[in-house]
């Protein structure tokens, strides 16, 4: 019997501009702390038994990041929860903490989705009709971008409009809000990076990277 | 705009920007309106270098404890940020409360490296601070700066207001208090530093008028301000073991060079190495006994939840409970799920067993620094390893399954010849058949052969020697190239010397040289310590600009009778012992280790030393 467990955390401003590895370290340290004794993989080099569903790109906020990992007693969901919550710094808090089944796949294997908001600051004088601006972008065929393969390193063109689950967009004062469910895991993932670039091409619409907020609002996992 | 919402918008492009946000576990949040001392701690480089350095957790631990001061910690941003920084017009910040440093009452910069003193002045800049001392009225904070370059200070002598020479715990507390009362006073600059001179160990250089002969020699430093000290005596912590040690340590969101637990177990050292600098500066040695680096290490480890632990010293084998306290720790590790590093161990069988226990079959390669090539040199430098010793340890590493040897070794020690050199080449060949021997292979098996170049540095025996020109070096290293590789399983690492002749420079330097710092900075140079930014040419055109020959520094035999730009600097060690070891060295004589024999060194005229001749009793 594993004693396996998740959490649900949010990452937000300052500290989003630590990449994953150090929140990964961060993780471990707080697991130390708070005396909480996690299970080690055997062999040479014996690492703590812990992974993130998904890894967040650094500079992006999230509302619901999952955190899996085993340990070498039992504990009540809300003790762990409470325990690690007393020992996050500023702009990392746990949400939430459950149990996972034993048999149970890891969560980054069971990812397939995930919501993300982009807020790009516009011109003020910028004036375009939200509505018909989406069905435009949309409604095209294929939406492709150019994207350098892993291996090969040759670049090649894929289409990403079927990893685009759903998308809506909306003017807020000075901004233009994306909402996109996209395909996210280890089967098809598409960063929604590519999203912001390929809308804002399309629109026409210019903007600074630097001043443009992405946020993950939820991960979808396989029932 | 605040300067934190500015400073978000070049976050997004920086690179990584997690060096520049703050927040870590442990850091100190104050109101700066309810303090009377805001201090800042600037460490000359980036965030990851900075933070690994001990003497950081220890003084920002020692000052935020104290309710009228808060200690800010501030870095060297990168060249990108750097970029970012003077584009969008932000100035150099605090971590803690991204305060321009411009605001703070005290800027405190340490000093671990001469090839840091550009980014010192690169920083000031940075933060819209003039670089001289006399250029900045009351609305800037005081320039303040210590470490074991502030022994000799006065390459900064006119960039700095003051600096603190010697141990940092009670000193820097001392100023702050005297901060706190000088501020409500109300009164002018110059009663602060004058109010500071009362503090051992505070040198003020503008109480201080050097003056030269024709030739370009010093003649004399002489003080200007009656009350000033004559010489400035270093501070000294004399019991380490009941002075304040860090348990909840920064710890640091990013990684660093070092990011681990780390207990100082003692001060000094008592090897009396004639070309090292540490080993003469921190002496006496002062030790902490082993129940309380024990504790400590428990609670650091506790509130911080690293995973590796070190224990740190100038020679970490020497401590009198070694191997107790080595025992002890490894079991605390053990349990926990902790690394366990030592660094700075010697080759005798204690140390075996020790790495073989926490190396496990995990080797990775075996390190030590014979420093000279043979016997003779050995004698010279006082580096009392045999070869012997050498063979010895190799043979015992081999037989334990060891297949990477790291050898450091120093070229252009004083008295070196090409026969020291052979030395080398012979020691390398020796093992390689050595392992022949015990393994009966010649694969598998690598020996890496480093060499450095000697730069002699003040309060040293060998503080009078000419460091060798940067022919003479090359000369020697293509002969050590040619030599090393006929020999198979050997690889052979050397490096330009341009940076250790700039580090010859200032490590020896006076006054004058603090117009060709700025000289340098104003023409680009920083981050001289990095091999990618060193900007060898534009130093050169700032000795030329300035005129100032660096040879004469770097390159110039000095005699006993000279006055040396640091004798106002008292680090306890006498200077007759100096020229006595000195001596001893051209006579290719060796001191004992002091724990044997007292060498007389002074330093316990002005402090105890439980030392001297502790293995006699």
Known sequence: MKNRYAVRFYKDGNIRYISHLDLLRLFKRTFKRAGIRLQYSQGFNPHPKMSFAQPLSLGYSSSSEYLEFETQNTYSTDVIAEKLNSLMPEGLGILSCEELPDKEKSLAAMTEAADYEITIPVDDSLEIENTDLLREYISQDQIKVMKRQKKSGRKIEINIKPLIYSISVDRRGNCIMLEAKLAAGSVSNLSPELVLTTFCEFTDISYDRATVAIKRKEIYFIK | MTLSKQLDKLLMRAEKPGRYIGGELHTEKKNPAAISTRFGFAFPDTYEIGMSYLGLQIIYHILNKMESVYCERVFAPANDMENLMRKESLPLFTLETKSPVKDLDILGFTLQYELSFSNILNMLNLGGIPYRSAERDASFPFIAAGGPCAFNPEPLADIIDFFMIGDGEDILPQVCKAHDRWKESGKDKDEFLKSLIEINGIYVPKFYTPSYYEDGQLKAIKKNYDKAPDRIEKQIVENLNQAEFPQKTIVPLIET??????????????????????????????????????????????????????????????????????????????????????????????????????????????????????????????????????????????????????????????????????????????????????????????????????????????????????????????????????????????????????EAVFARGDRRLSEVLIKAVTLGCKFDSWREHLKYDLWMQAFRETGIDPNFYAHRERTYDMVLPWDIIDSGVTKEFLISENNKAIQETQSPDCRLHCIGCGINQKAECTMGERYEE
């Open chain 2, 257 to 502: 060079v070092h990011d681990r637990a780390v207990v100082e177990v003692f001060r000094g050292c008592t090897r009396g190495c004639r070309f090292c600098q540490a080993g003469m500066i921190y002496r006496p040695v002062r030790e902490r006994s082993k129940e309380t680096i024990k504790q400590i290490a428990a609670r650091q480890l506790e509130e911080t939840g690293h995973d590796e632990l070190s224990i740190l010293s100038l020679s970490t084998s020497d401590h009198s409970e070694i191997e107790p306290l080595v025992e002890e720790l490894m079991s605390v590790c053990k349990d926990n799920n902790v690394s366990l590093s030592l660094p700075s161990l010697r080759l005798d069988s204690f140390s075996f067993k020790v790495l073989q226990e926490i190396q496990g079959y995990k080797k990775s390669g075996l390190t030590f620094a014979p420093e000279a090539g043979t016997q003779r040199l050995r004698n010279v430098i006082n580096k009392t390893i045999t070869d012997a010793d050498i063979y010895h340890g190799i043979e015992k590493a081999i037989e334990l399954g060891w297949t990477n040897i790291k050898l450091y070794f120093m070229l252009g020690l004083p008295t070196e010849t090409f026969e020291d050199l052979d030395g080398i080449v012979e020691i390398a060949k020796n093992i390689t058949d050595i392992n022949y021997r015990i393994t009966g292979k010649r694969g598998r098996f690598n020996i890496t052969v480093s060499v450095s170049s000697f730069v002699p540095k003040a309060h040293t025996p060998f503080q009078w020697h000419p460091q060798d020109t940067a022919d003479v070096f090359l000369e020697k290293q293509l002969y050590l190239k040619d030599k090393l590789k006929k020999i198979k399983g050997v690889s052979y690492n050397y490096h330009g010397t341009d940076s250790s002749y700039l």
